[in-house]
């Protein structure tokens, strides 16, 4: 059974500041996703990373894989209320996904 | 590109009674939707793979008789909720699977509440 750790579960900070979420796991992913979901909507999809050490950028947004395809980040910068949601990272490997248990974000004015 | 749909998007209904919940892929062809149930603040637990054509996929602990899964084509996958009980109420997301690299396309959820 394939895990996916995220961390932290709940983080609450001042418009304006930098975070970072993490996705961990012990197994290698052939691609990876991010998605936000807000309060009573399905979740949106963010970015796929595929290559181990890839960094793509959103925005305010930058999304990092890790060199063995185990592991991601997500930085934001200068968060904004708007960026308030649940961050579910997915590792996918033949087919199939395995979601991170969420990361809660609020951001406040 | 990639919109999923889902309807209805909140339904009550009364305990015992059946409820069906629709998921449409608008513009393009899924062989595999999945079913997933989300609690208030937690992430999303899989319920079942729905592949076209054939038998749908339960993960453990999900009864196949409650949750009827049909996914007669490419672009519809329905989930029943038989026999409704109160502890059923929660949000009922589907997605659709796209593309060479597997990402899912979520729809907007359903709201199940069981009076």
């Known amino acids: 059974t394939q895990l996916l750790e995220q961390s932290p579960q709940f983080l609450s900070i001042q418009e304006g500041e930098n975070l970072t979420v993490y996705c961990n796991s012990s197994s290698v992913f052939s691609s990876l996703q991010w998605y936000r979901q807000e309060p009573g909507e399905g979740p949106v999809l963010l970015v796929t990373v595929v290559t181990g050490g890839e960094v793509k950028k959103l925005k305010r947004l930058t999304f990092q894989f890790g060199d063995a395809r185990k592991d991601s980040s997500l930085h934001i910068t200068a968060a904004q209320p708007g960026d308030t949601g649940l961050y579910l990272c997915?590792?996918?490997?033949?087919?199939?996904?395995?979601f991170g248990d969420g990361t809660t974000l609020t951001v406040k004015p | 590109g990639a919109v999923v749909s889902q309807h209805p998007s909140r339904v009550i209904c009364k305990s015992g009674t059946s409820v069906k919940i629709e998921c449409r892929s608008l513009?393009?062809?899924?062989?595999?939707m999945f079913w997933y149930r989300q609690f208030p603040k937690q992430s999303l637990m899989l319920m079942a793979t729905?592949?076209?054509?054939?038998?749908?996929?339960?993960e453990q602990g999900v009864e196949k008789d409650k949750f009827l899964i049909n996914h007669a084509s490419l672009t519809l996958s329905t989930l029943t909720v038989t026999s409704a009980h109160p502890e059923d109420s929660s949000f009922y997301i589907c997605?659709?699977?796209?593309?060479?690299?597997?990402?899912?396309?979520f729809g907007p959820g359903t709201r199940l509440t069981v009076t």
């Open positions: 997915a590792g996918t490997d033949a087919g199939k996904s395995t």
């Open positions: 729905s592949n076209e054509g054939s038998k749908a996929t339960y």
């Open positions: 997605s659709a699977m796209s593309g060479a690299l597997y990402e899912q396309y």
């Open positions: 513009d393009f062809q899924a062989t595999t």
